[in-house]
């Protein structure tokens, strides 16, 4: 009986692993995605979302689908990732939270990162020049657990998805509309410019001039604007100036010096389909020297 009883058991112990590990294959044959794994972990889905561009920065969120084939809960105390684009590295970070995946199951987390705005700018810029609209996203993860025979994870997910480029601001002139002892009525020609293969929407247009780094004056305009893919959009934006604010000698600048500094930031936010950088506040710069406005200004009026 005794026999029995442990020949038995000794036939569970072989058939209860093997009955999975049969299972587990049928699923992994089954499996069409090309980052499938047969016990260890995987990255079912990855998604990157810009949530903001500041002046120094690209605050975005990337969100990880983790699938566990494993037959019991797998908990992570923490783990770290490194997020790559077109074969630069971007990000290296830690995650330090615990992540529990139940069994045969998945879970999302999110991880609100931030990139250096020139890092992204070096790869679109790259991009360009080899005329490439995607590039490879490779995020490289492991995750530590206290599994006995097992005490890390190395997963690895790699996605073909559009090269993001900043929007980007250029002034083609400065032109006066109207002058008085009170102040100056000034239309700012600008242009902006989408590198995108996808269409840019926005709204809530705010902007500021800054002259020999003194606030000179503030705007703003209303309405939605549309910019094409791959295309430019010439944008008019009236601004006026208040000379009993910053002092005639600001103007006295603007007209008769030759080595004035400017710096224009236009504050807007990006109305989208596109998921990665859907509804985004956005800042973008425009700096550098009045004289060559002005003159634009005077040969166009001539």
């Known amino acids: 009986m005794v026999k029995r009883i442990l020949f038995l058991i000794v036939i569970a112990v072989i058939l209860i692993p093997a009955t999975f590990l049969l299972i587990r294959y049928i699923a992994y044959v089954k499996d069409t995605s090309p980052d499938k794994t047969f016990l260890t972990p995987q990255i079912d889905a990855a998604i990157v979302e810009l949530t903001g561009i500041s002046r120094q920065k690209v605050e975005m969120i990337v969100k990880l689908k983790i699938n566990n084939p494993l037959p019991f809960t797998l908990t992570a105390d923490s ?85 993001i480029h900043i929007l980007s601001l250029k002034i083609n002139k400065i032109e006066i509309d109207s002058l008085k002892f009170s102040g100056a009525s000034l239309t700012i020609h600008t242009l902006f410019i989408n590198k995108n293969a996808f269409p840019l929407n926005f709204s809530d247009i705010n902007y500021t001039m800054l002259i020999q780094n003194h606030q000179w004056a503030t705007g703003g305009r209303n309405g939605k604007v549309h910019i094409p893919a791959k295309s430019n959009t010439e944008i008019d934006m009236p601004m006026h100036v208040n000379f009993k604010q910053i002092g005639k000698t600001a103007f006295d600048l603007l007209t008769k010096s030759d080595s004035v500094d400017y710096d224009f930031t236009v504050t807007l936010k990006l109305v989208t389909e596109n998921k990665s950088i859907k509804n985004n506040k956005v800042v973008i710069e425009s700096a550098g020297k009045l004289k060559p406005l002005l003159k634009a200004l005077k040969k166009h009026d001539n």
């Open 79 to 163: 783990f770290s990732f490194r997020l790559s684009m077109d074969g630069q590295k971007i990000i290296y970070s830690t995650y330090t939270q615990s992540v529990s995946v139940k069994r045969n199951d998945s879970t999302w987390i999110s991880l609100p990162l931030s990139v250096l705005r020139q890092d992204i700018n070096a790869i679109s810029s790259r991009a360009d020049q080899q005329q490439k609209d995607s590039v490879m996203y490779v995020l490289d993860a492991t995750f530590y657990t206290h599994i006995p025979f097992k005490k890390s994870f190395n997963v690895q997910k790699i996605k073909l998805l559009p090269v």
